[in-house]
């Protein structure tokens, strides 16, 4: 994932003359850009990252210990939060009366239930690519052949659930693009298991046109 957009709109909030007067204190927002301030300036950062645990804790307590938790789920708890106030500073700092999600996009969900189909739309902020359970080491390109393939679905406007297939699209394209590996699987006994597959990808070109169709617009990321 490519964060320098957020970071970059981070880094012009710390550096707007009294930008207090338009951050609430006590946010992750305005943690985020003392630790980029800190940062700068090569003074300790240990106390500002106490400072946005215990914030995290206090929005999700399940970050309040020491257990292991992912990037995606901790992505999930501040985005909300950094997204609401950038917009709100932003609209107050420019003038900027609209300002759009960075990660949010469009996924179409088709499913096909004997002749007929049915398609609906849902924003989301991440994408989850499967991984091919029978193969020890994976390219990026065959979780987006994974993710694109149909499945079986239950169809909820039918009832049906025999001959039903549903396939996800991305529509729209976000300015940053999460990707979520789902490494969890269930076994024949019911027993869920994590693989321990390694992805390879571009690390400069992630081309996602041929597996979606975004109207005649690229879309490459650099992560």
Not at 92 to 114: A, M, R
Not at 142 to 162: G, I, N, R, T, W
Request: aromatic share 10%; net charge neutral.
């Amino acid at each position: 994932m490519n964060t320098k957009p957020l970071v970059r709109k981070l880094e012009i909030l710390a550096y707007t003359p009294d930008r207090e007067k338009f951050l609430n204190k006590n946010t992750l927002t305005e943690l985020f850009i003392q630790l980029i301030v800190n940062f700068d300036k090569k003074q300790d950062l240990s106390g500002v990252l106490k400072q946005i645990k215990e914030k995290v804790g206090s929005i999700d307590d399940s970050f309040c210990g020491n257990s292991q938790k992912d990037a995606y789920e901790f992505l999930v708890v501040i985005l909300p939060d950094l997204l609401k106030n950038l917009r709100s500073a932003f609209s107050k700092v420019f003038g900027l009366h609209s300002y759009s999600d960075p990660f949010q996009f469009q996924v179409s969900i088709i499913t096909h239930c004997g002749t007929k189909h049915h398609k609906k739309l849902e924003s989301r902020t991440s994408l989850v690519l499967p991984l091919p359970q029978d193969k020890k080491d994976v390219d990026i390109n065959e979780c987006f052949e994974l993710f694109k393939k149909p499945q079986s679905a239950y169809c909820l406007e039918c009832k049906d659930f025999s001959a039903s297939t549903q396939q996800e699209l991305m529509s729209s394209k976000p300015e940053v693009l999460i990707m979520y590996l789902q490494r969890t699987d269930m076994t024949n006994s019911g027993r869920y298991v994590k693989g321990q597959q390694s992805v390879e990808f571009d690390e400069t070109d992630l081309d996602l046109n041929k597996y979606f169709n975004f109207g005649g617009k690229l879309m490459c990321y650099e992560s």
